[in-house]
Nanobody, 117 residues
Framework: VQLQASGGGLVQPGGSLRLSCATS????????MSWYRQAPGKQREVVAT???????DYADSVKGRFTISRDNAKNTVDLQMNSLKPEDTAVYYC????????????WGQGTLVTVSS
């Protein structure tokens, strides 16, 4: 299983970015697809999660600003980030859990998002 995140970059406060995550090697169904982030000196934290049934959950810090979306046919997941703040600066990782092994979370390589003027 491989995940490839893209779309990071430098954006000014108040701006928007869209992250995308492509996958390969998927066998069986995906239980959930998520975006995590890790800021310098901080622990990795979950940003948003979407289940196969398209129920989504968000960290309080991004509710109302970020939107996660999933394409079940293509096994991809996107994260639309609006009204970005400097505290959103982090490396963002996409991840997933397969129904065939719910104990393991697969990770992509991360994409850097920098919010700065």
């Amino acid at each position: 299983v491989q995940l490839q995140a893209s779309g990071g970059g430098l954006v000014q406060p108040g701006g928007s970015l869209r992250l995308s995550c492509a996958t390969s090697g998927i066998i069986g169904s995906i239980v959930d697809m998520s975006w995590y982030r890790q800021a310098p000196g901080k622990q990795r934290e979950v940003v948003a999660t979407v289940t196969r049934g398209v129920r989504s959950d968000y960290a309080d810090s991004v509710k109302g600003r970020f939107t996660i979306s999933r394409d079940n046919a293509k096994n991809t997941v996107d994260l639309q980030m609006n009204s970005l703040k400097p505290e959103d600066t982090a490396v963002y990782y996409c991840s997933l859990v397969l129904a065939t092994n719910r104990a393991r979370r697969y990770w992509g390589q991360g994409t850097l998002v920098t919010v700065s003027s």
